[in-house]
Each structure stands twice: as structure tokens, then as C-alpha cells.
T-cell receptor, first 114, second 114 residues
Framework: ETGVTQTPRHLVMGMTNKKSLKCEQHLGHNAMYWYKQSAKKPLELMFVYNFKEQTENNSVPSRFSPECPNSSHLFLHLHTLQPEDSALYLCASSQAQGRGNTIYFGEGSWLTVV | GESVGLHLPTLSVQEGDNSIINCAYS??????FIWYKQESGKGPQFIIDIRSNMDKRQGQRVTVLLNKTVKHLSLQIAATQPGDSAVYFC?????????????FGKGTMLLVSP
């Protein structure tokens, strides 16, 4: 139990589908993140939300749309994805203020685009 | 550009040996470093961290060493066990506008044979 819960753990979707990934953190944190992990690549930061405000969009294509309704929940809405978007999508959270705030990850959602 | 990287992609050790995983960073302004362990099919798990005002920090069977002169970080695992087999990431932490952003290296696969 990491304190960060992601659902679904596995998702297969067609390129014309619309789906969403959900993340919930039980750590009382104020910042939440989406990372993408592909084979043979470092973890890539996608989005950051700090106190529900999006503070970073790391040049992510618009077919990925994040939503943060409150500090405990984060969504990643997916539409018209490409096969190269298949990857492990990791949600994470941390305290928002100051340096040296450890980021805690969920178990990830494995996405396969067919 | 600024980056965090790992020297060895794969490290194979015998059970009971000590393991050393290395990491180089290039951002001299970074002041907080974290080691994560990622087992197959799971999200990264926090292992140990160190701040730039320290040279060494010890945990349970793990020690992190920081050499700021040569911008080098290492993770030492004592009496390595098969359960230690995983990918290990170092991450560099710097703050921007009050929130934390991590930059990850590519990771080192640790293989422990009985």
C-alpha cells in the first residue's frame, strides 16, 4: 500500500476510444503528478498540479487531458491515442511547499493502444 | 543540457554480496536526491534520500553516498538478497515556484542470483 491508488491497473483501448485513468492519494498531499514510463526510456513528467492548479504541462499532446477536481484526485482523460502511447502511466503525489519533498508513486496503469 | 544518468544499465551479483549502484548528475544546483526501487509490474518505491548538506546517509541495509565535487551519487546495498532484484533509479530534485519536480535517470537493473 503506497498511499497512491491508480485504476484501472490495465487498460486496452482502440485508437478511436475515449477512456480515463484515475488516481487517488491518501497522504494529505497538495501536489499530484502524471508520469509516463516507456520501455528503455527514463520516467517522463507529463503534468503537475499544485493545490488543484496545473503548474506544468511538459509539452504533452492534447490527446492527453488531465483533470484535478481536488487535491486528492487526479484524472488523465485519453482520446484518439496512438499505438506509441502504449506505456505505464504513473501517478504520484508530494507535499507542495519547499524543496526536498519526496514524491510517492502509485502502482501505475498499464495502457495498451491497439 | 542538465541531466541525471546512470553508469551501468545492468548489475549482476550473488546473494550475500554487497551491491553498488552509481549515478551521475550534472545540475550543480540540485540539493536533494532520491533513490527509488521499481520491481517488475509495480511503481517506483522510495528507498532513501539525501540532501546536499550531507555526504552519507544510512538506512536499513542501504547507504547513499553523495560526492558533490564530482557530482556523483551511489547506492550501496549490503548483503544483497534475491528480493532486491529490481530496477533502481536515482532522481534529482529541484524546486520551482514552490513545488517539487524530479528528474530521473534511465535506471540500473540489479539481478541477484542465489
Amino acid at each position: 500500500e503506497t498511499g497512491v491508488t491508480q485504476t484501472p491497473r490495465h487498460l486496452v483501448m482502440g485508437m478511436t476510444n475515449k477512456k480515463s485513468l484515475k488516481c487517488e492519494q491518501h497522504l494529505g498531499h497538495n501536489a499530484m503528478y502524471w508520469y509516463k514510463q516507456s520501455a528503455k526510456k527514463p520516467l517522463e513528467l507529463m503534468f503537475v498540479y499544485n493545490f488543484k492548479e496545473q503548474t506544468e504541462n511538459n509539452s504533452v499532446p492534447s490527446r492527453f487531458s488531465p483533470e484535478c477536481p481536488n487535491s486528492s484526485h487526479l484524472f488523465l482523460h485519453l482520446h484518439t491515442l496512438q499505438p506509441e502511447d502504449s506505456a505505464l502511466y504513473l501517478c504520484a503525489s508530494s507535499q507542495a511547499q519547499g524543496r526536498g519533498n519526496t514524491i510517492y508513486f502509485g502502482e501505475g496503469s498499464w495502457l495498451t493502444v491497439v | 543540457g542538465e541531466s541525471v544518468g546512470l553508469h551501468l544499465p545492468t548489475l549482476s551479483v550473488q546473494e550475500g554480496d554487497n551491491s553498488i549502484i552509481n549515478c551521475a548528475y550534472s545540475n550543480s544546483a540540485s540539493d536533494y536526491f532520491i533513490w527509488y526501487k521499481q520491481e517488475s509490474g509495480k511503481g517506483p518505491q522510495f528507498i532513501i534520500d539525501i540532501r546536499s548538506n550531507m555526504d552519507k546517509r544510512q538506512g536499513q541495509r542501504v547507504t547513499v553516498l553523495l560526492n558533490k565535487t564530482v557530482k556523483h551519487l551511489s547506492l550501496q546495498i549490503a548483503a544483497t538478497q534475491p528480493g532486491d532484484s529490481a530496477v533502481y533509479f536515482c532522481a534529482e530534485n529541484f524546486s520551482n515556484s514552490g513545488y517539487s519536480t524530479l528528474t530521473f535517470g534511465k535506471g540500473t537493473m540489479l539481478l541477484v542470483s542465489p
